[in-house]
C-alpha cells in the first residue's frame, strides 16, 4: 500500500513539474515575442524621426533658397528665425533620439541575436551601422546650423 501512495504522489509532483516547465516555456516565448515587437518599435521610431529630419531638411532648404532667389524670407520678419531656432533645437532631440535607437538595435542584433547573424545578412549590420553613422552626422551638422539660428535670433537678424 506504501508504494502504490509514493507512486501517486511520485507522479503527481512530475505532473506538477511538467506543468511548471510547460508554463515557463510559454512564458519565455512570449518575453521574446515582446522583445521582437520592441525591436520593432525601436526601428519605426528610428525610421520615423530619420524622415521627419529630412522633411525639416528639406524645408529649410527651400527657407533659404526663396530669401537668397527673392531677396526677403519667406516667412514674415523674425518668425522666420525663430522656426529655424526652435526646428533646429526639436530636431536635434529627436535626431538623438532616434539614433540612439538605431545604435541599441544595432547593439541587440549583434550580441543577444548572435554575432553570426551579421555574418549570414551580409551586409545588413554595416549598413546599419552606416545609417547610424549618418545620424550622428546629421546630428553635428544641425549643431551648427542651432549656433547659426541661435546668433540669428539673439542678434535681431533676420
Known amino acids: 500500500m506504501w508504494p502504490l501512495q509514493l507512486r501517486r504522489r511520485l507522479l503527481s509532483v512530475a505532473c506538477i513539474l ?4 510547460a508554463y515557463e ?5 512570449e518575453r521574446e515575442r515582446e522583445r521582437e515587437r520592441e525591436r520593432e518599435r525601436t526601428c ?3 525610421l520615423a524621426t530619420t524622415i521627419i529630419g529630412v522633411l525639416y531638411s528639406i524645408f529649410e532648404v527651400v527657407l533659404v533658397t526663396v530669401r537668397l532667389i527673392a531677396g526677403h524670407p519667406l516667412l ?7 522656426v529655424s531656432y526652435v526646428g533646429d533645437q526639436v530636431m536635434i532631440v529627436l535626431l538623438l533620439t532616434g539614433g540612439t535607437a538605431a545604435a541599441a538595435v544595432l547593439n541587440e542584433i549583434k550580441h543577444i541575436v548572435g554575432g553570426s547573424f551579421c555574418t549570414d545578412a551580409g551586409t545588413y549590420c554595416e549598413q546599419i551601422a552606416a545609417g547610424v553613422a549618418m545620424i550622428f552626422l546629421g546630428l553635428v551638422c544641425l549643431g551648427g546650423n542651432l549656433t547659426i539660428s541661435a546668433f ?6 533676420v
Request: proline share 4%; aromatic share 12%; charged share 35%.
Open 25 to 29: 516555456r510559454e512564458r519565455e516565448r
Open 152 to 157: 540669428c535670433v539673439f542678434r535681431n537678424k
Open 76 to 82: 514674415p520678419g523674425k518668425i522666420s528665425s525663430y
Open 18 to 21: 511538467a506543468q511548471h516547465v
Open 44 to 46: 519605426r521610431y528610428a
